[in-house]
């Protein structure tokens, strides 16, 4: 079975202050073969980047109004008149808040959505497939 791999590379901004934040390159990345997250890797100064995977859902649904709870919460906002999206994340190692620019963001997300487009996920795991198969023997 074929995959479709989407991926982008952004420049997001670590917020350290109101006043502050630093550069913090990464990738964004879908693919068909786990349809309902999304992965982002921080290349930040270490040998190997920082992985996050949260649901697919979540961002489509932060980009719009405030979502999600736990270790990882995203929403709209505005910052220096443009739109863009945070994304707080929390874990043991501490906690990071994201901004990210929401056109680059929206334009990557319908590309997953195109990709495999809502609702139609599971089919992409081959579950019912799988199922049939059990079931026949």
């Not at 964004?28 to 980047?49: E, K, M, Q, T």
């Not at 994340?89 to 997300?109: F, I, K, N, R, T």
């Amino acid at each position: 079975m074929h995959h479709t791999v989407v991926e982008r590379e952004l420049e997001l901004k670590l917020v350290l202050s109101p006043e502050r934040s630093i550069p913090v390159p990464a990738r964004l990345g879908y693919r068909s073969d786990d349809p309902y997250a999304v992965h982002i890797a921080f290349h930040i100064n270490s040998d190997s980047p920082v992985n996050w995977t949260f649901a697919r859902d979540l961002l489509v649904e932060g980009v719009f109004r405030p979502c999600g709870h736990g270790d990882v919460r995203v929403w709209p906002a505005r910052a220096d008149g443009r739109g863009v999206v945070l994304i707080a994340l929390s874990s043991p190692d501490g906690d990071a808040l994201l901004e990210a620019p929401v056109p680059q963001v929206s334009a990557w997300l319908e590309r997953t959505l195109t990709a495999v487009p809502p609702g139609t996920e599971g089919a992409q795991l081959g579950i019912d497939d799988a199922l049939d198969q059990l079931l026949a023997q």
